[in-house]
């Protein structure tokens, strides 16, 4: 498991903040980490398929999205900052994520 180092975990926070800004067409400074995606930006759960195909691709991971989306309806994200925290394991995890207790 890599360890996130605080550059690693602001870009994390950067990049799922500006996805959900742009995504829902809302002014980034309105989002905080108690956003409900749902419920707040008007999102759906495809959303959060999408974002983790972007840090998929980004930290060349070879987990298919489909078996991280199953595993992930473990413990299922509804505000943006347990999706901060979902991806932040994802990618210190990487492709071993499925042995994660979520």
Known sequence: ?????????????????????????????????????????EG?????????EIFRKKHRLSIELKTLGKHLMKKP???????IELTSKIVAHGDDILSVEL
Request: hydrophobic content about 40%; glycine content about 4%; some cysteine.
């Open 1 to 41: 498991m890599a360890v996130l180092d605080p550059v690693k975990q602001q870009e994390i926070r950067d990049t799922v903040y500006t996805y959900f800004s742009e995504e829902c067409d809302v002014d980034r400074a309105s989002i905080t980490d108690g956003t409900n995606i749902i419920d707040d930006l």
């Open 44 to 52: 759906d759960s495809l959303m959060l398929l999408s974002l983790l």
């Open 77 to 83: 994200a509804s505000t943006v900052g347990e999706v």
